[in-house]
């Protein structure tokens, strides 16, 4: 795509989405009108593509039998007129709630505008009429009506409970609209409409206050996203609604799926437009695999028969207008520290559960782990010291080795051996060198004459012996062997086939990728789940750098670099996050991580993160680091993946297991993936560090 296409959120399956809160006031509908309109202005500055405005906001909602006064129903077409010409240049799609004459009767409705038309006219179809609403008393209910059209301010246009809206233009803009009591109804109308294919859902509401009722709508909003997988759009009137009995706090909020990406100030009496991009690509993929949502629609008597799509020309801006919605660097690691803190607890449980349950089932008396003082075989170790602790165990069951080669460091191994001790394990330590040597010579490869070839023969000769160890102590010692390898190595196939990071009798870290490890340790240290000892070599190894420790360090003294050679996992791991559990494209993923990541100054960054570890990367960057993942990932080793051991899924989205999430050819090809991404980068960073 072209070079501004490529920074346009709408390029990417993105609509930008806003819940409008106007002040409001006693039925003054021309008042109400011009803040209308103004929103809808503002909304157009900021690159809104559709914006949801509270119930009745034309009118006001609280005016009782002023609604069944003509002099105000004819004020508010006079309103409508306003509105649509106000809005005849404007970009956004505007969901106003207004009262509406049909047939002899009056409706609670949601109007639907676009660029001075207006495209449809949604009754609400439940009306309350218990404690302090009677609503009844006015209006009649749009339950059941199809078919029908009304006619407003000149215009002759669709009406009914039966309508979803799609722009021609713009793929996956698809919404449905209802009126406030319909959320709160055992089976929301917007069910129907999510079944019958709307993506984002809106909500117009009045919805008085009173004490628990914002955590009551959060938890609807919340929930009723996630069911439908869907994105929510609800806007409450607030202020200068009338308040003779009742008060209002102009409650907004952005759902998708279960994630809130925004809500407005409450009790507030400046108008505010809450602003967030829907990734609408990524629900229409979520509902594609998800077989549950698919029979519920067929269970519904296929919805999309009985509801009028409603069609119009958007005409995007397709602009750079930056990124209006909440993204986390680290998707599996959560920026706020309560959430981490759960996270943590529950990913170190799932992973003790498993390894407990399977210590159970399987014939013999010890574990078997190979520890190397890096942070896959540390997390290992310690989620088997705590499986001892549950089991009623000494942790003397757990036979912990650390077998030293000839790139191993002092400063590792002297960590591996302070560990094993400080967790009271059986440690031991086998040295392959010789083993290797006498290999490598049988091989008559270079190294055994004195040559320093380290090659990947050199480097799994090692690796390979080290597993062979574990797998016949094991066998003598009545035992079976705990993987080390993580969710993150597992994805770029950077494992030796048949080793303990691919190979093993249970995979306790399978499912936990590599960002996650780093804070589940810290969590262990900040949760004193071990004495301190043990907390400080579990500090020391945190501030290792990562690497396989195979080949011998350079003349500069520098050890060998996993993150040189492959990339930061940190990205390895946004890109693990979005393209195999989203499913997006390559040229998405690097847009959104080129917004995550540009500025490491700005936005939020995991608790106790260190200072020194923020760094930024610009697109070419990440380009680079994208492209090795998509080949690695889909192209040489999905082999290693189908082969995998038992081990617990931890995350969500989070299981490469070929009998779980993931499932793939192992002889595919990245080519598709590899065109995809250079097709879309703009032309300044397509050919940048290929």
């Not at 509270?54 to 003509?70: G, V």
């Not at 991009?277 to 519904?300: H, K, M, P, S, W």
């Not at 650390?402 to 330590?429: D, I």
């Amino acid at each position: 795509m072209p070079e501004s296409r490529f920074h346009s959120f709408h390029a990417h399956g993105l609509v930008r989405v806003a819940a409008a809160t106007p002040v409001a006031s006693v039925g003054d509908v021309a008042t109400n009108a011009e803040a209308i309109a103004a929103l809808i202005a503002d909304a157009d500055r900021r690159g809104v593509d559709l914006v949801v405005f509270p119930e009745l906001a034309l009118s006001s909602y609280a005016i009782d039998d002023l609604l069944l006064q003509d002099a105000l129903l004819d004020a508010v077409e006079q309103g409508i007129a306003q509105i649509l010409a106000a809005s005849e240049a404007l970009a956004p799609v505007a969901v106003v709630g207004a009262p509406v004459r049909r047939g002899g009767r009056l409706y609670n409705c949601a109007l639907v505008i676009a660029r001075g038309a207006l495209l449809g006219v949604v009754p609400k179809s439940y009306l309350p009429n218990y404690r302090e609403y009677y609503e009844k008393r006015w209006f009649a209910s749009g339950a059941g009506l199809a078919g029908l059209e009304v006619t407003l301010a000149g215009q002759t246009v669709p009406f009914g409970a039966d309508l979803l809206f799609a722009a021609a233009d713009l793929p996956d803009f698809i919404f449905h609209a209802e009126v406030c009591e319909d959320y709160w109804a055992p089976l929301p109308p917007s069910t129907h409409g999510a079944l019958a294919g709307a993506l984002i859902l809106c909500n117009l509401s009045a919805s008085n206050v009173v004490v628990g009722k914002a955590r009551e709508r959060e938890m609807l909003a919340a929930a009723h996203a996630t069911r439908t997988l869907s994105a929510h759009i609800f806007s409450a009137t607030g202020a200068g609604e009338s308040t003779t009995d009742l008060a209002w706090d102009g409650q907004a909020m952005i759902h998708e799926l279960g994630d809130l990406l925004g809500r407005s100030a409450r009790f507030d009496r400046t108008p505010e437009l809450l602003v967030a991009d829907i990734d609408v690509q990524r629900l229409r993929l979520e509902r594609a695999r998800n077989g549950t949502f698919n029979d519920c629609a067929a269970a519904a008597g296929h919805p999309e028969t009985r509801f009028r799509r409603i069609g119009f020309t958007h005409q995007p801006h397709m602009r750079d207008a930056g990124l209006e919605r909440p993204l986390r660097r680290f998707p599996f690691v959560p920026d706020d520290a309560a959430r981490l803190d759960e996270d943590c607890y529950e990913a170190f449980n799932i992973q003790v559960e498993g390894l407990a349950q399977r210590f159970r089932a399987t014939p013999g008396d010890h574990m078997v782990i190979g520890v190397s003082g890096g942070l896959d075989s540390t997390h290992a170790l310690i989620v088997a010291a705590k499986t001892c602790d549950r089991l009623g165990l000494p942790r003397a069951a757990i036979l912990a080795f650390t077998l030293p080669g000839f790139a191993t460091g002092e400063a590792t191994k002297a960590n591996a051996w302070a560990l094993m001790k400080a967790l009271g394990v059986t440690a031991a330590e086998i040295d392959i060198r010789p083993a290797a040597e006498r290999m490598l010579a049988d091989l008559g490869h270079p190294f055994a004459d004195g040559e320093p070839v380290y090659d990947v023969t050199f480097e799994n000769v090692q690796a390979g012996l080290r597993t062979d160890y574990l797998f016949r102590l094991a066998n003598q010692r009545g035992g079976f062997v705990i993987g080390t390898g993580d969710l993150s190595e597992l994805a770029l196939g950077w494992c030796t086939y048949g080793v303990g990071d691919q190979m093993s009798h249970y995979g306790v870290n399978a499912g936990v990728p590599k960002t996650l490890i780093q804070h589940l340790i810290r969590w262990s240290i900040a949760t004193a789940q071990f004495d301190a000892d043990t907390d400080m070599i579990l500090d020391a190894i945190l501030a290792t750098e990562i690497s396989p420790e195979l080949v011998p360090a350079g003349a500069d003294g520098a050890m060998q670099s996993t993150e040189d050679r492959i990339g930061p996992y940190a990205l390895h791991d946004f890109f693990l996050h979005h393209i195999v559990h989203h499913g997006l494209p390559p040229s998405k993923v690097a847009f959104l991580a080129w917004h995550a990541w540009r500025d490491a100054a700005a936005g939020h960054w995991p608790p106790g993160f260190p200072d020194d570890a923020r760094v930024a990367y610009d697109l070419g960057t990440i380009a680079r680091w994208l492209r090795i993942f998509l080949t690695r990932f889909f192209a040489t080793s999905q082999f290693k993946r189908s082969a995998l051991p038992n081990g617990p899924k931890v995350s969500p989205g989070g299981s490469l297991s070929p009998r779980g999430e993931w499932r793939a050819p192992s002889d595919g090809s990245a080519a598709l993936w590899l065109a995809e991404l250079d097709r879309a980068l703009p032309e300044s960073d397509g050919a940048l560090n290929r």
